[in-house]
């Protein structure tokens, strides 16, 4: 079923207000279109078929032009020669001729009518198809927004999602009970603060008394006889 009864339903059509009334509106512009450029077809092949009907009404009429020469010259050359009686019979005939001339200049005269009807008809339908075009790619490209966004939200909302970030929380869990195991196991062996300094500080009366130790035996004889009876 069309959308348009008429031509001029179409040039005369609001495209928005019939796509506010649609239940459908992707089909409805899809319709549109495609009767749009069936029209546009039609408008078309009638003004060719017009065209070709002009030309053969025009080439007629030329030689309804050159029968009225013709016969003019005729009359005139039978008046020349005397003979009235051809002359007038010409100039019927021409008159005739003149009859059936004038009735195709009227006949030219309306296509010529046609024809412009018809170009100013499909000037205005290319516009309206054009329009209906740029009507439908705006509505394909919201569509496509419209469907990226969809599945924007369906993946936020999606349980997947969560179920996955669900089981990363897990095993960070599990990470921090082994890190926490292991910490555990150095609990007792760090020494504190102040067993460091006493270490520190034993070390360093070692450190002296043995210093002391190798001093004492330098300055004392008997060590270094010692020695020497010893190699």
Known sequence: MGVFSRLSDIINANVN?????AEDPQKIIRLIIQEMEETLV???TTAARTIAERKEVERRLNRLREAQAEWDRKAEIALRKGREDLSRAALLEKA?????AWALQEELEALDAALAQGEGDIVKLEAKLNEAKAKHKAMLAREVTANN??????????TRVD????RFEMLERRVDRAEGEVEAFDLG????????IADLEAD?????ELE????????????????????
């Open 17 to 21: 207000a019939i796509l506010d009334r």
């Open 212 to 231: 002391a130790l190798k001093a004492r035996i330098a300055t004392d004889p008997r060590g270094a006889g010692s020695r020497t009876g010893d190699r």
């Open 96 to 100: 005739k001729v003149a009859d059936t």
């Open 189 to 196: 062996q760090r020494k504190s603060l102040a067993e460091e």
């Open 42 to 44: 039609e408008v078309r």
């Open 204 to 208: 360093h009366a070692i450190d002296a």
């Open 163 to 166: 179920d996955a970030f669900a």
């Open 149 to 158: 966004r969809l599945r924007a939200r369906r993946q936020v909302h999606d």
